[in-house]
């Protein structure tokens, strides 16, 4: 099955190496990293966490998102998914690898991520966030593998599998859950100290993700003679709608909670997002950008006419995946640390490094995915040729 990753046309050893022109100009940008230390990126003492992190929170949705392909084929027998759930779990492959290369850069220097490994703290969050990431690539890889093996020589999977397809499903759940406790748990700051942070997250990864697979699905479907199903990719636009709603509602839950109960500790961090504090603007533009394009998505969504013409459903899923980015990105993480426990604000804004090693990474997860997408799509040719 390896072989057919080396099996592809001219477009596809293009983008391929297109993929690897990036790793390499992200490789650069962590090798200066590597030598001068984090000094070199936007952080500091008051906002620890950055880029790197705002990537790895949303890849974590984009992962626990196969769930949303998993639980209908395989508890409820719906057979239109037949098709996607080996791209959603390919995808969620990717995403989790994404995830771990940026808590590496993020930490500096790699031997730090050694620590978690020799010396477990079973109190601490990140222990059992990076315990459920590595158990979630593993399930993915093995019932991917599994499963796509057995359709490729016409066989039913072997009945060791389907346990662990079972439980993978509630440990996509666990996935973002873990990672919601990572902000939550911090009394220190109050932005993320909410008890529907972690619902909140899945919301924005069941809209997130399955936007990214939908157009991974019409991507395919266009430059391939594999199908994955108009019927598969509707119902996934159905959940994004949905997922969207709920997000939206979320969100509007927490502005209330934090405008009317004008407790300071709660308000300075939507005042800095949506009107600046103290002079301090730099994420006006983006919140207002992330309201006008969920609006737009959610109203135009919910339209079905407009959700089942493809040329309309393509851009929708971008501004989605665009809206969910800046609002549990940058936003999210950011202001978390604005103002401080002590009251200073304290601005952060990526620099060039940090955004080309952060390209670096995502060039890899593409990578993968593209190769892993290649070897499914040349195995679905075939047997659908026979």
């Not at 690897?20 to 000094?39: C, F, K, T």
């Not at 008051?46 to 626990?64: E, K, M, N």
């Amino acid at each position: 099955m390896l072989q057919d990753a080396f099996r592809g046309g001219k477009r596809y050893w293009i983008l391929l190496g297109f993929w690897v022109a990036l790793i390499v100009v992200g490789l650069a940008a962590y090798g200066r990293q590597l030598s001068e230390g984090l000094y070199i990126t936007g952080m500091s003492q008051d906002v620890t966490w950055g880029l790197y992190i705002s990537q790895f929170t949303f890849l974590v949705g984009v992962a626990a998102s196969a769930v949303m392909v998993v639980l209908p084929y395989y508890l409820h027998d719906y057979k239109a998914f037949g098709k996607m759930v080996i791209l959603g779990e390919f995808l969620a492959v990717a995403a989790v690898l994404m995830c771990g290369l940026f808590i590496v850069v993020d930490m500096g220097q790699p031997a730090r991520v050694a620590n978690i490994i020799l010396h477990p703290s079973p109190n601490s969050v990140m222990f059992w966030d990076m315990l459920v990431l590595t158990g979630y690539l593993l399930l993915n890889l093995v019932i991917g593998a599994v499963t796509f093996e057995a359709e490729r020589k016409g066989a039913p999977p072997h009945n060791w599998v389907r346990p662990l397809i079972y439980l993978s499903i509630p440990w996509a759940v666990s996935i973002h859950t873990v990672t919601a406790f990572l902000y939550s748990g911090l009394e220190a700051r109050p932005f993320w100290m909410t008890a529907i942070l972690a619902p909140r997250f899945l919301a924005s990864a069941f809209s997130s993700g399955p936007s990214l697979l939908i157009l991974m699905a019409i991507i395919i479907r266009r430059f391939t003679r594999f199908d994955a199903g108009w019927e598969a990719i509707q119902k996934l636009a159905t959940i994004v709608v949905y997922a969207m709603v709920i997000n939206l509602f979320f969100v509007l839950v927490e502005l209330f909670t934090g405008l009317y109960s004008d407790m300071p500790h709660h308000l300075h961090a939507f005042e800095y997002l949506f009107v600046g504090l103290e002079g301090r603007a730099a994420l006006v533009p983006w919140m207002w950008v992330n309201a006008a394009l969920t609006v737009c998505a959610v109203v135009l969504l919910l339209i079905p006419g407009i959700r089942r013409q493809e040329r309309f459903l393509a851009p929708l899923c971008v501004v989605v995946i665009l809206a969910i980015w800046i609002e549990k990105g940058l936003a999210m993480v950011v202001t978390g640390f604005i103002p401080a426990p002590l009251g200073q604000i304290t601005e952060y804004a990526p620099t060039a490094p940090e955004i080309a090693i952060t390209v670096g990474v995502y060039a890899l997860g593409f990578f993968v995915l593209t190769v892993l997408y290649k070897i499914v799509v040349n195995v679905r040719e075939r047997l659908e040729a026979t």
